[in-house]
């Protein structure tokens, strides 16, 4: 679907943006996210990440399976296995069918699975090849009950401030121990959910 130059800048950026620690925007979500695997208990999780990084393998999963973005494109393709816990680490926003994507990760958890979702908000568009959508928490968790996951089993959150929203109009914004992880609800910047199937 994409071509070799295409895939080389979208792993460059994707290393480079996506899985620093540093980006003031992911400080929150990350941590937030972190602590709803945890409470999952990961030593006893098949895990999935459809991403780029290597973010969340030392979680310690029983099972970690990496099918990375943008090879494995989860609008048209499934595994044949079934896990526990699948991930899509700012992965959504770049798809043209994430209603597909959405539906094929609901083909590919068993039975009380979990499907972990990460997108930004107020971000500036990235198109990594492409940038196509963005989901307030209510839109994110709209979209995930469209695709099959029942609405009282889908957790969502957001953070987000306007210094941060301001600050990655110019440049992807580094986390300085100086700026503020205050949370202002109308200005968010990264938007998670964790599904139950």
Known sequence: MFSEKNKQTIKKVLDAVHYDYGHWARTVMYRECFRLVRELGPSKLDALEISA????RPLGFQSFTEANFPDFDVCSMTLPLRFDLIIADQVLEHLLWPYRA???????????????????????????PVDCSRWTELGMKHLLAECGFPLEGIRTGSWGNRACVQANFRHWARRGWFKSLVNEPEFPVSVWALARK
């Open 53 to 56: 990084g290597k973010v969340w």
């Open 102 to 128: 959405g539906r094929n990760v609901h083909s590919m958890l068993k039975p009380g699975g979990h499907f972990l979702v990460t997108t930004p908000f107020l971000i500036k568009v990235h198109e990594v």
